[in-house]
C-alpha cells in the first residue's frame, strides 16, 4: 500500500529523500550529514514526507505543492501544464540540480506507470545494483558495500 504522504506532487518521491530517511531512522550522524547537504542545522531535518503535517523546513511553503493541492491533483502528473512555470523557476534557480532532473523525468514515469507502480519504479531505482540496500536520491555511493551508483 502506499503512503500517501510520500507523494510529492513534483515527482520527488520523499520516500528516498534523505530529510524523510534521516527522520524515520532517528540517526543523529545521518541528520548531520543531510543538514550539510541541505545547508541548515541538524535539528531542522525533521520530515515525515510532503503530504504530512510535518514537513521539512524548505518544503513547509511549495508553490508546486500548494498549485496541485489548489487544483484538486494529487500531483503534477496530472496537470496539462507540466512542466510550467513553477517547475522552470525552480530549475532556473538550481540549474543543473539532481531535483529538476528527478522532477521532469519522474513525473513522465507517474503519469505513464500510475502511482502505485510509479512508487515501486522510485523505490527500486534507488537501490544498490550490488547488495539491493535502499538508497537516498542522489546518493554516489552505497552506504553499505561502498558500490559507485549513479542516480538523478
Not at 523557476?89 to 531535483?99: E, Q, R
Request: proline share 4%; aromatic share 6%; net charge positive.
Amino acid at each position: 500500500m502506499v503512503n500517501r504522504d510520500l507523494l510529492s506532487p513534483c515527482g520527488l518521491y520523499c520516500g528516498v529523500c534523505g530529510a524523510y530517511i534521516a527522520t524515520q531512522k532517528d540517526s543523529p550522524a545521518l541528520k548531520a550529514g543531510i543538514a550539510q547537504v541541505f545547508g541548515c542545522a541538524p535539528e531542522e531535518i525533521n520530515c515525515q514526507g510532503c503530504r504530512s503535517s510535518v514537513r521539512y523546513k524548505h518544503c513547509q511553503s511549495c508553490a508546486i505543492r500548494s498549485c496541485a493541492e489548489g487544483r484538486g491533483y494529487e500531483g503534477c502528473h496530472q496537470c496539462a501544464e507540466f512542466p510550467c512555470g513553477h517547475i522552470e523557476a525552480l530549475g532556473a534557480m538550481f540549474p543543473n540540480t539532481v531535483a529538476h532532473k528527478v522532477m521532469l523525468r519522474a513525473v513522465e514515469a507517474w503519469r505513464k506507470l500510475g502511482t502505485e507502480a510509479w512508487v515501486a519504479a522510485e523505490e527500486a531505482r534507488y537501490r544498490c545494483p550490488s547488495c539491493q540496500q535502499s538508497l537516498m536520491r542522489g546518493a554516489a555511493r552505497c552506504h553499505r558495500c561502498g558500490q559507485a551508483v549513479i542516480l538523478d
